[in-house]
């Protein structure tokens, strides 16, 4: 008798093709009913609208179910007014974020995310990556925001905390179920505490509206001071770059070779305001000092041994501000990486999130402010100080007492 090739013996009998057309079926159906039951017997609008979508659409990366409930804080991230210029820096805007994520985390939900980040032009001035020791430029990136998805991986924080975009397709479809299921579909819920929002009365809804505060977010996280009650480091959106930000930073990382890295945060955070006695303030009173070079120089000099490759991430765009420092290191800036960076960055929320990556990636790291107890840092000033107090200058000057 004669054997059958290797096609013969595979090649699926109609039988079987017709098991596994059923079996999707089933599937179909369990998912639909759990979906209901979860839900409280909600009616067929809503079974065939997410039905339409959810099994006959083509799939993305990541798979939503059918009995999926979402979370929504509003459209824009820490802004205040009506147009961009009002909008919070980079980091605020993350603190922000990982506030709201960490509520989709409590509530069991999936966030829906602004489509877009507002970038103030005074974080967005070009000088930062066209950098050399000459001559600096005011010139702006054009835009003022840019797609969250340009700067986060989706998919990659999805991993976490389930994510869709509020443009995308998914969240249009929810939205138009959630209107024809009325109260059941959403609730508007400004004020609300998240623990609150566990009770049976929001837990089956289909959309639960937080509304947040337009001026900031994490306002709504009352005990974000308390790190024991924190559920996202502060690391995780770092880590969580788009995948052609990461790749660029591995190739920097790769052609720096054994490095060391600082991050020098000046600019904004240098700005003073005078009392009613006409006397200079400012919230950092010894930051413009330690973030100098001949500082900066003292502070490292124990922990980075001299020849060392430094890599410098830094908001001050003051031509050869750096170049003391190259007495005893060789300097790397994001600007001598250009044949990498031209073709990817388009501001400078980009370039910062990659710049991060690659600090993170040194032998020694020492960043400006203090975030974790380990941290090597350029000043002793708190991260966050409410008091406008006299600044010093000189390793000599003593803090002069407040008028």
């Given at each position: 008798?004669?054997?059958?090739?290797?096609?013969?013996?595979?090649?699926?009998?109609?039988?079987?093709?017709?098991?596994?057309?059923?079996?999707?079926?089933?599937?179909?159906?369990?998912?639909?009913f759990s979906s209901v039951i979860s839900t409280g017997k909600l009616g067929l609008p809503y079974q065939q609208t997410l039905i339409?979508?959810?099994?006959?659409?083509?799939?993305?990366?990541?798979?939503?179910?059918?009995?999926?409930?979402?979370?929504?804080?509003?459209?824009?991230?820490?802004?205040?007014?009506?147009?961009?210029?009002?909008?919070?820096?980079?980091?605020?805007?993350?603190?922000?974020?990982?506030?709201?994520?960490?509520?989709?985390?409590?509530?069991?939900?999936?966030?829906?995310?602004?489509?877009?980040?507002?970038?103030?032009?005074?974080?967005?001035?070009?000088?930062?990556?066209?950098?050399?020791?000459?001559?600096?430029?005011?010139?702006?990136?054009?835009?003022?925001?840019?797609?969250?998805?340009?700067?986060?991986?989706?998919?990659?924080?999805?991993?976490?905390?389930?994510?869709?975009?509020?443009?995308?397709?998914?969240?249009?479809?929810?939205?138009?179920?959630?209107?024809?299921?009325?109260?059941?579909?959403?609730?508007?819920?400004?004020?609300?505490?998240?623990?609150?929002?566990?009770?049976?009365?929001?837990?089956?809804?289909?959309?639960?509206?937080?509304?947040?505060?337009?001026?900031?977010?994490?306002?709504?996280?009352?005990?974000?001071?308390?790190?024991?009650?924190?559920?996202?480091?502060?690391?995780?959106?770092?880590?969580?770059?788009?995948?052609?930000?990461?790749?660029?930073?591995?190739?920097?990382?790769?052609?720096?070779?054994?490095?060391?890295?600082?991050?020098?945060?000046?600019?904004?955070?240098?700005?003073?305001?005078?009392?009613?006695?006409?006397?200079?303030?400012?919230?950092?009173?010894?930051?413009?000092?330690?973030?100098?070079?001949?500082?900066?120089?003292?502070?490292?000099?124990?922990?980075?041994?001299?020849?060392?490759?430094?890599?410098?991430?830094?908001?001050?765009?003051?031509?050869?501000?750096?170049?003391?420092?190259?007495?005893?290191?060789?300097?790397?800036?994001?600007?001598?990486?250009?044949?990498?960076?031209?073709?990817?960055?388009?501001?400078?929320?980009?370039?910062?999130?990659?710049?991060?990556?690659?600090?993170?990636?040194?032998?020694?790291?020492?960043?400006?402010?203090?975030?974790?107890?380990?941290?090597?840092?350029?000043?002793?000033?708190?991260?966050?100080?409410?008091?406008?107090?006299?600044?010093?200058?000189?390793?000599?000057?003593?803090?002069?007492?407040?008028?």
């Amino acid at each position: 008798m004669a054997t059958m090739s290797k096609a013969q013996r595979t090649k699926p009998t109609p039988g079987s093709q017709r098991l596994v057309l059923l079996c999707i079926v089933v599937f179909a159906f369990l998912l639909l009913f759990s979906s209901v039951i979860s839900t409280g017997k909600l009616g067929l609008p809503y079974q065939q609208t997410l039905i339409d979508y959810f099994v006959w659409s083509p799939r993305g990366k990541r798979h939503h179910s059918l009995s999926e409930k979402y979370l929504y804080w509003g459209n824009r991230i820490d802004c205040p007014g009506k147009n961009c210029e009002t909008c919070a820096g980079l980091g605020h805007q993350e603190s922000s974020l990982r506030c709201a994520l960490e509520e989709a985390m409590f509530l069991n939900r999936t966030f829906v995310m602004p489509s877009g980040m507002c970038i103030n032009p005074i974080h967005n001035k070009k000088g930062i990556l066209n950098r050399s020791d000459n001559k600096t430029t005011e010139e702006g990136w054009v835009g003022s925001s840019c797609a969250m998805d340009s700067l986060y991986d989706i998919d990659l924080i999805s991993e976490k905390i389930p994510v869709i975009l509020d443009d995308s397709k998914t969240w249009h479809v929810v939205l138009s179920t959630s209107m024809k299921l009325g109260e059941r579909g959403i609730a508007h819920v400004s004020g609300v505490s998240r623990h609150r929002l566990t009770e049976s009365h929001y837990s089956n809804l289909l959309i639960i509206n937080r509304t947040a505060s337009p001026l900031a977010w994490f306002v709504e996280c009352k005990d974000r001071s308390n790190r024991s009650a924190v559920m996202l480091p502060y690391s995780f959106l770092p880590n969580m770059a788009a995948a052609k930000l990461r790749n660029a930073a591995e190739k920097i990382k790769a052609q720096l070779g054994d490095y060391d890295a600082i991050h020098v945060r000046r600019g904004d955070k240098l700005k003073t305001r005078k009392d009613r006695f006409g006397v200079e303030r400012i919230q950092f009173p010894h930051l413009d000092r330690d973030t100098r070079p001949e500082f900066i120089l003292r502070r490292i000099e124990k922990r980075i041994p001299r020849g060392r490759t430094l890599f410098i991430g830094s908001n001050e765009r003051k031509p050869g501000f750096f170049s003391p420092l190259a007495v005893r290191y060789k300097l790397a800036y994001s600007s001598n990486f250009s044949e990498i960076l031209d073709p990817i960055i388009g501001n400078n929320y980009q370039l910062f999130m990659m710049e991060r990556l690659v600090m993170m990636g040194a032998k020694t790291y020492f960043k400006t402010f203090k975030e974790y107890e380990t941290d090597l840092t350029l000043t002793d000033d708190p991260k966050k100080n409410k008091n406008w107090e006299i600044p010093v200058y000189t390793m000599d000057e003593r803090k002069k007492e407040a008028s």
